[in-house]
């Protein structure tokens, strides 16, 4: 099949293109140059006065598995309202903060994004989040492999055996199909399960002797030694406290040079403010990210209204269950890490949600390079996925920011730096931190840009003086060159590709492994890894 878009207004950063009017052309799901294409036979598009863009790539969400199906039945009250029923070509659903996985991938198309990488699934749990991940329709996507907590990895580290550690790690990444390294809380969701935490980069694992600081290092170091085409993905310690952004701080200089990104950071930028309210440490932590250029981040911005928070963050977890009262479910994974799912509703009118909601803006407007800071909302954890188009237009138009800004309770405003920010994102620069940036952050080559050889991953959009407007309901997205959606409805429903990554290492583990597993697991070696039997069929990017 061909396809040409022409005569669009381009927003392509990688390739240079900053509105410039220009052709789109793609054969057989790639772009391709005009010469390579028969223009007797293409099909075309029609774009004059349209922007077009990359197929959006989200680099942290929580869309499929264990946590995310929990969540889903944690509260059915949820998808009320929001029901989709089935018609000739397109599967029934039920939305809210948690959607079911096919209108998951509708809903993604009708936003123009077309790759999604799901942000954690622990080992034992991965075949499960793949199962979920297969089912999830118009989506490229992988998952990060957590690992902060694992026993195995704490036993080397301690063992001062980081070539073991080296090995394991790339064994389980092709064990589970992962795609990256995944930290939650390194260390306090261990010291979880005796009913405590970690507080400082420094403070002792229980049972191990290793601490957050050793587990950080030496996973960062293993990701950088494998060449993982992505850094180690980090959830750091305290998140949610008001030490958070002094010692995200110390996390970003204990990476030492390392390649790392850290996701949702407005969750771990707030420091010690009057009373039991938060203030905003964004000046602090952007200043941090800016000087440290092997740091990408993700913001978590959050958005006003229903949430569902899920994280294998099990302490924060029960904290906010017990803070706000709301239902919750905890769960420990067996050698591995834990977790948690507790409902929760932001209002402007609550001070320490308006503190979160303002740092989350000050740091995309403090972090100098959108090419390391991405736009995300920790779906579903601060807003659902949904609310893109709303943080794009707070970006973009300053008057409005400020409207929300004076909507925000008294104690919260309070000596904020956000009114004194007058910085407006471009499109060229939303196009950097919702596709270029991402893509090239995770090293997916074919991903977030236009030029010859990248997938027809497209979004054509009408632009309009309302942002928000403008980013819900795109013209057209194309899939791999095929149309799936149209004026901001879903049309088609295809399968999208799985990346995972298959590092090398030394097979002599595996036979250490089999002991360990009769030892620690409930399941056997052979019947924990996905390399045999499951017929997951995954697109494997190289190492290197």
């Avoid at 490229?140 to 980081?162: E, L, R, W």
């Avoid at 138009?397 to 309770?409: C, N, W």
């Amino acid at each position: 099949m061909m396809l040409g878009i022409l005569g669009g207004r381009v927003y392509d950063p990688r390739n240079g293109k900053d509105g410039e009017i220009g052709d789109i052309w793609v054969k057989d799901g790639r772009v391709v140059a005009p010469d390579d294409v028969d223009r007797a036979t293409a099909q075309t598009v029609d774009a004059s006065g349209l922007v077009v863009m990359p197929g959006g790539v989200d680099i942290h969400a929580h869309i499929a598995g264990g946590e995310v199906n929990s969540g889903r039945k944690l509260q059915p009250e949820d998808h009320r309202g929001h029901e989709r029923a089935r018609s000739e070509d397109l599967r029934a659903g039920a939305g809210g903060t948690v959607p079911s996985t096919h209108l998951t991938g509708y809903l993604y198309s009708e936003l123009g994004y077309t790759t999604v990488m799901q942000a954690s699934a622990a080992p034992l749990a991965a075949r499960h989040a793949h199962e979920e991940l297969e089912d999830v329709p118009n989506l490229d996507k992988s998952t990060y492999t957590v690992m902060g907590n694992n026993h195995f990895i704490m036993q080397c580290i301690a063992d001062k055996q980081p070539e073991k550690a080296r090995d394991y790690v790339a064994w389980l990444l092709g064990a589970t199909k992962g795609y990256a390294i995944k930290v939650v809380n390194p260390g306090g969701v261990e010291n979880w399960k005796w009913g405590k935490n970690v507080a400082e980069l420094d403070d002792e694992v229980i049972g191990y002797g290793v601490t957050p600081r050793q587990i950080v290092q030496t996973l960062a170091s293993i990701a950088d030694d494998l060449g993982l085409p992505h850094g180690v993905h980090i959830h750091g310690i305290n998140l949610g406290r008001h030490t958070s952004g002094r010692t995200t701080v110390e996390m970003i200089e204990a990476l030492d040079g390392h390649r790392a990104h850290l996701c949702h950071l407005q969750f771990l930028s707030y420091g010690a403010g009057r009373g039991h309210v938060h203030k905003s440490e964004a000046a602090a932590v952007a200043a941090a990210v800016n000087a440290h250029p092997g740091v990408t981040v993700d913001i978590g911005q959050l958005i006003f209204g229903n949430a569902t928070t899920m994280t294998c963050d099990g302490p924060l977890q029960h904290v906010l269950h017990q803070t706000t009262g709301h239902r919750w479910i905890n769960s420990d994974v067996e050698s591995e890490t834990g977790g948690g799912v507790v409902p929760i509703t932001y209002k402007a009118g609550n001070p320490i949600n308006g503190t979160m909601w303002l740092t989350g803006m000050e740091l995309f407007l403090l972090i100098n390079d959108p090419w390391r800071v991405f736009l995300s909302t920790d779906h579903p954890n601060a807003g659902p996925f949904t609310s893109y188009p709303q943080v794009i237009k707070l970006l973009m138009d300053r008057d409005y920011r400020q409207e929300v800004f004076e909507s925000l309770h008294a104690r919260a405003r309070r000596g904020a730096l956000l009114p004194e920010l007058d910085r407006e994102y471009s499109l060229g620069e939303i196009a950097i931190i919702s596709r270029a940036g991402p893509a090239r952050a995770l090293g997916l080559e074919h991903k977030g840009h236009l030029g010859v050889g990248a997938d027809g991953d497209i979004a054509v959009y009408e632009e309009c003086a309302d942002k928000e407007a403008m980013f819900a309901r795109p013209r057209y997205v194309y899939k791999g060159g095929g149309l799936v959606a149209r004026d901001g409805a879903v049309v088609a429903d295809i399968t999208g590709r799985t990346f995972s990554v298959e590092p090398e290492y030394d097979k002599g583990l595996e036979a250490e492994l089999r002991d360990y597993f009769k030892e620690a697991y409930t399941v056997s070696y052979d019947n924990f890894s996905m390399l045999a039997g499951h017929g997951l069929d995954t697109e494997i990017v190289a190492c290197g």
